[in-house]
């Protein structure tokens, strides 16, 4: 059933009667919405240090068997076994002999120097004399194998979602803030209300008008966990700079704090 206080007289909160700004706490949901927020963050530079980390530690290694290569290295002709492509990478199998040993390999090359490649054709290698095993392709040597085109998707899809949920949080809480610290109390009428959810949370959405100093009249939207009825009084906050910046009192992420 809806509270019916059409007939009731409104007066303004005796605490909303206050020096500006006001006084303002987190309420324990305010608390949770910013905990979740500060961890939606924190999570997002994690995941992107987890990305990131192995890949700079890798092509720190590939620099330094490259200045390896370059320096120590030897060359000697391979044969291609296998080509394939895939997610803009494109790798290539190959045998080779050194010391009458036989190894197989495989690499990242460019595309430059993939394409005219096929199997049976040769490729020229550089190995390191003191471990055979390691040979790259003189032409794409280990530095040249960088993968941002993979890694930058996927580390701007990690940030996207991180950082929206961090801005979903946060919105629930910052606008309340401010209002409740600054924002004017005045008389609303609720004109409708709409069963529904907001944040996973089943309540109402209320629809109220109120006056603005300057006579003319506002709409208003904000989510209730309690019905009311139409043409009942609710005490809205509202900026007078931007009134389309209103709320309904109490509020639930945020409360004046204690004299």
Known sequence: MFADNTKESWRCP??????????????????YYCVMA?????????????IWVPQLRQQAANDS?????????????????????GMGLHNVCYNYTVDSLSYKKCAQISSEHWQP???????????L????????????PPNSQHNWLLFLPVTCMALGFMSLYAVTFSSC?????????????????VTGCKEGSHHRMS??????DFPLSDGGLCHG???????????????????????RRNALYPMETVRLAAI
């Open 117 to 127: 490649l096929e199997v049976g054709s040769s490729l020229t290698l550089r190995y």
């Open 65 to 85: 068997l490259t200045l390896r290569l370059m320096g120590e290295g030897r060359e000697t002709e391979a044969t291609v076994t296998r080509l394939w492509s």
């Open 129 to 140: 004399p003191s471990d055979p095993a390691t040979a790259y392709p003189d032409s794409d």
């Open 173 to 189: 809480v910052w606008p309340q803030f401010r209002l409740l610290a600054r924002g004017k109390p005045v008389r609303g009428v």
């Open 203 to 208: 309540g109402y959405f209320l629809y109220y």
């Open 14 to 31: 005796q605490e909303l009667d206050r020096p500006l700004p006001r006084s303002v706490r987190l309420t324990g949901i305010g608390i």
């Open 38 to 50: 500060l961890a939606s963050i924190i999570s997002g530079v994690g995941l992107t240090a987890y």
């Open 221 to 243: 939207k904000d989510f209730s966990r309690q019905p009311a009825a139409e043409e009942s009084n609710v005490t809205v906050l509202y900026d007078p700079n931007k009134p």
